[in-house]
């Protein structure tokens, strides 16, 4: 009779099913909140993207979003929409005297022609900082006509908790920059600095 019972057992396969999915389960949860994260980061860079270019646009029209303040509220009450979680902003602007300048490096002599600035070689001090540096730019708003390159950072937390079991930080970080062109309410400052050699 045991027999008879614990062979009857072997062959019912009637609750194998939930057993599979009690097994799956966690795995394609923990998959599907994942792939639910990465959207909504790729989401919220989006929208942040926009929302610079919206700005810089703005910026630039004569009834449009003139002083840092009011483009910065304009851009973090979009991205604020999407983000709920008490997103920090960080901001930095780079201004440079036109648009061909952005990202450049000060202009030097290359004394010993290995490609790169060395101590003691002669360079312009575009930003007046007293160093030569990797970008010219110079830190603020900048005056009249100058090209801005404007970034904006936002720093939230995830919108689901199994981000440490996946191995990747709390807090989520996105980036975007855009450049913007200042209104010409004055005469642009085109004045070149004297050659440094230090």
Not at 14 to 29: D, K, N, R
């Amino acid at each position: 009779m045991t027999r008879r019972i614990l062979s009857r057992l072997r062959r019912d396969e009637s609750g194998a099913t939930l057993v599979e999915f009690a097994i799956v389960a966690p795995v394609m949860l923990l998959m599907l909140m994942g792939f639910f994260d990465l959207a909504q980061t790729e989401y919220a860079r989006s929208v942040l993207q926009g929302a610079m270019q919206m700005a810089a646009r703005n910026s630039t029209l004569q009834s449009g979003l003139t002083s840092q303040s009011t483009i910065d509220s304009y851009v973090e009450n979009q991205v604020a929409v999407v983000i709920s979680k008490n997103p920090t902003f960080t901001v930095n602007r780079l201004s440079y005297s036109d648009f061909s300048d952005v990202g450049k490096a000060e202009p030097y002599t290359d004394t010993n022609a290995n490609g790169q600035y060395d101590r003691g070689e002669c360079y312009e001090d575009i930003n007046g900082n007293g160093q030569w540096d990797s970008d010219m730019g110079t830190t603020g708003q900048g005056g009249a006509d100058d090209a801005v390159l404007y970034t904006m950072s936002v720093s939230y937390k995830r919108m689901f908790p199994m981000a440490t079991m996946l191995g990747w930080p709390a807090n989520q970080t996105i980036t975007a920059s855009t450049v913007l062109r200042n209104q010409p309410y004055g005469t642009q400052d085109t004045s070149t600095p004297p050659a440094t050699c230090t």
